[in-house]
């Protein structure tokens, strides 16, 4: 194997890929950490609104609970991948060219599309790049 892709630490701890690993990458994120909240829309018509409510309030505890989480995790697993493995981190300058060449083509084209949609997509994709700070 030469390479995964996940969302930092916790994930490559528990599928061990750190104990096969020979390095990691300590600045390229990419993407999110995802951990969607679905659910059933009919299921959720059916439920009383006092559920609703509960479930919607709980979301940010839940989502707190879930960056806490990770980074913990993160507190432990870097220390010993460092130890174990040699972290590569790239320059601004670098990361600003892969973004240049690997994701904004890929933003280009869903703007064009969802655009033609009605979707209010330079947008969102300008608040999320803003709000991610890229």
Not at 32 to 39: E, G, I, L
Not at 87 to 104: C, S, V
């Amino acid at each position: 194997m030469d390479a995964v892709s996940w969302p930092f630490t916790y994930a490559h701890a528990a599928y061990k890929v750190n104990e096969i690993s020979k390095w990691f990458t300590g600045n390229m994120s990419p993407g999110a950490v995802t951990c969607p909240y679905v659910m059933n829309t009919k299921a959720w018509g059916k439920l009383p609104a006092a559920y609703q409510d509960l479930l919607i309030a709980a979301k940010p505890t839940a989502y707190a609970a879930l960056k806490d989480g990770y980074r913990a995790a993160d507190a432990k697993n870097l220390p010993a991948f460092r130890a174990s493995m040699q972290e590569i981190r790239y320059t601004a300058a670098e990361l600003d060219e892969f973004r240049k060449i690997g994701a904004k083509p890929v933003w280009d084209d869903w703007v064009k599309s969802a655009s033609q949609k009605g979707v209010p997509a330079q947008e969102l994709l300008d608040l999320i790049l803003s709000t991610a700070g890229g």
